[in-house]
């Protein structure tokens, strides 16, 4: 997947978002009529896309850091699932999620960090947070490497309760303004629709990731994220010191 690719992923989910601020009528409605494996299969892509997305290089931002961004993510979806969860309504191919993010440093190499996002036109609302440790710092010869703890939830939808609870790690190295980092991780994603004969769900999904943080001063971040089998990129715009 090329930055193009990327790039012009974001720039349609954005159109997208902006459009469905006009329609809004993408509203999961309906889960209640899916069959059991349409539940999970729903359950898995809206894990994979509400899942905590740090969007950060590994390295710890020190007492006095901050990391401040507005950022879109935006996951790819199966149009034929959302429109039998929203009685046909659905019109989008990706899942726009515009956020507000932050990270603050603290002692001990140890770093927080939260977001709160709404879909645009859709009754999706969301917000979560993290605990990160770089228990390798990083120098200009070694990387550095961080272990991150996370949690997001979906509220919004009426009678649908979704969790995510997820645990990374991430390695990154500084060149100049450039710092690119990947990694890996584990999630688990609880889904359960009340008053309904469907069962609750309980999902693990793997995930890897990886991206580059530019700073000129203002800080650009692009990164690319596969959980399960479903593909997410976000874009993140700010401060970063």
Request: aromatic share 10%; with cysteine; net charge negative.
């Amino acid at each position: 997947m090329t930055m193009k690719k990327i790039s012009k992923i974001l720039l349609c989910a954005t159109l997208a978002s902006v459009s469905a601020g006009v329609n809004a009528n993408n509203d999961l409605d309906d889960l209640r009529n899916l069959a059991q494996d349409q539940f999970r299969d729903i359950s898995e892509i809206l894990g994979a896309a509400t899942s905590y997305k740090a969007l950060t290089p590994a390295e710890p931002l020190g007492i006095t850091g901050f990391d401040l961004g507005f950022e879109l993510t935006a996951t790819n979806l199966d149009n034929d699932l959302f429109d039998a969860a929203s009685n046909g309504d659905w019109d989008l191919d990706y899942l726009p999620l515009p956020k507000i993010h932050v990270h603050k440093g603290l002692p001990f190499n140890i770093d927080v960090g939260a977001f709160y996002a709404g879909a645009s036109g859709t009754d999706i609302k969301l917000w979560g947070g993290e605990v990160r440790y770089a228990f390798i710092e990083g120098n200009v010869a070694i990387p550095a490497v961080s272990a991150r703890l996370t949690y997001s939830r979906l509220e919004g939808v009426d009678d649908f309760d979704l969790q995510n609870m997820g645990i990374e790690v991430t390695v990154s190295k500084g060149f100049a303004i450039f710092t690119p980092y990947g990694g890996i991780g584990r999630i688990r994603t609880e889904s359960e629709v009340d008053n309904s004969p469907l069962d609750k769900e309980s999902i693990d999904m793997n995930k890897i990731f990886a991206g580059v943080n530019i700073n000129l001063g203002v800080n650009f971040t692009l990164e690319g994220d596969i959980t399960g089998g479903t593909k997410s990129f976000g874009l993140k715009v700010g401060f970063r010191f």
